[in-house]
């Protein structure tokens, strides 16, 4: 079981979730990722970017001795660079707004998560905001045909966390809040076509 554990979560990491949610729209939808140019800003930006923390922290000696908690930061300072360059690349580029709303989305996602473990005593989880954001995006730009995988892998991952103890349940849900909130939050700022 903690090896299947141990799979779940390593095919929920954030940059996995984003590239694939990005992939998936670039093939099935042509309202979203219109070219192969915003395909790969988005790529580099929001999968990208964020995950060169861990080389980060390896490399730059002022970062090493935090370890894991080092990582975590750099993990979110580098998350708001390159979700903030998404944001300001596409509406530069004059991306559709579909394109847009996603990655105000990620963008906003971040911030509520980082306001959330700064301010207040809990922790939310990451790994959370980043897998039910892409999975409830993904159930409104493709249907019902997407709710039960999308509902299956949400579900897998809140029991690997739990599993291998790397979340509580309310550092699960308190994440999962932050891109939900978001995606309604931004709904009303771009207004995507879904």
Not at 7 to 26: A, C, E
Not at 69 to 95: D, E, H, P, Q, W
């Amino acid at each position: 079981m903690k090896t299947f554990a141990k799979i779940v979560r390593g095919v929920t990491v954030p940059p996995v979730m984003v590239s694939l949610f990005l992939l998936f729209l670039f093939f099935f939808r042509d309202d979203v990722l219109t070219n192969v140019p915003d395909l790969l800003f988005s790529l580099c930006f929001l999968a990208v970017l964020p995950v060169l923390a861990y080389p980060l922290q390896s490399i730059v000696p002022a970062f090493r001795p935090g370890g894991q908690k080092m990582k975590r930061k750099l993990a979110f300072i580098l998350s708001l660079v390159g979700y903030t360059a998404a944001l300001a690349v596409s509406l530069l580029r004059n991306a559709v707004p579909n394109l847009a709303y996603i990655d105000a989305v990620y963008l906003c996602s971040v911030i509520i998560l980082t306001l959330i473990n700064l301010l207040t005593p809990w922790r939310a989880s990451g790994h959370a905001c980043s897998l039910v954001g892409p999975a409830v995006m993904i159930c409104f730009f493709m249907g019902w045909p997407a709710v039960i995988p999308a509902v299956l892998l949400t579900a897998l991952s809140f029991w690997a966390s739990i599993y291998l103890k790397r979340h509580t349940p309310r550092e699960f849900l308190l994440g999962a809040l932050s891109s939900s909130l978001s995606i309604v939050l931004m709904y009303f700022v771009f207004q995507p076509v879904f």
